[in-house]
């Protein structure tokens, strides 16, 4: 390939994708039926502090099927892995207050009962963007909900920054 057949089809498609062109709409704290962390009725200061984030995948699940003497792959469905992203905290903690607060619609800390999957789970939306700030790849995480929020960790580092870390489960992506 020539170099200019792969500078032609880079500008067909309209420059490469960068992973720091995106952005990501939660649910709203009031839409979950938990006390509102940000002092809004919004999620926009979740969005915002949200520094790395993940499209899904999904694997194609096969089982061997032998005709005579040959072996050939077979589907029979798929799995999605859970999706993690990583947020900013402030200092009143409103971060991870949301995360904790999502968690316990899903099992509650005071009378450890599991609620059904429609009270909690929520679509999450994750969308690739190009230069100029346009959405390029939309995904939806169908009926998303937190499986995990990961230890902070707390060290001596002067200039270091909180993070959460979480893991979403999903049914399905589109």
Not at 44 to 52: E, I, P, S, V
Not at 70 to 98: A, C, H, Q, W
Not at 113 to 122: D, F, I, Q, T, W
Not at 161 to 174: E, S
Request: aromatic content about 12%; charged content about 25%.
């Amino acid at each position: 390939m020539k170099i200019e057949e792969f500078k032609a089809a880079i500008g067909k498609g309209r420059g490469l994708a960068r992973p720091n062109l995106w952005r990501i709409y939660l649910p709203n704290a009031s839409s979950l039926g938990i006390a509102d962390p940000f002092a809004e009725r919004d999620s926009k200061t979740l969005d915002l502090m949200c520094n790395a984030a993940q499209l899904p995948g999904r694997q194609i699940t096969t089982n061997e099927r032998m005709y005579g003497m040959k072996s050939e792959k077979m589907p029979y469905g798929y799995i999605v892995d859970d999706v993690s992203l990583t947020f900013y905290d402030n200092n009143d903690y409103s971060i991870k207050r949301y995360w904790d607060g999502w968690q316990d619609k899903i099992i509650s800390r005071n009378v450890y009962e599991v609620k059904y999957k429609n009270e909690y789970a929520r679509e999450v939306t994750i969308q690739q963007l190009d230069h100029q700030g346009r959405e390029v790849y939309t995904c939806v995480l169908s009926e998303a909900f937190p499986t995990t929020v990961n230890v902070i960790e707390l060290n001596n580092d002067q200039d270091g920054l909180v993070q959460v870390n979480v893991q979403l489960a999903f049914t399905d992506w589109r």
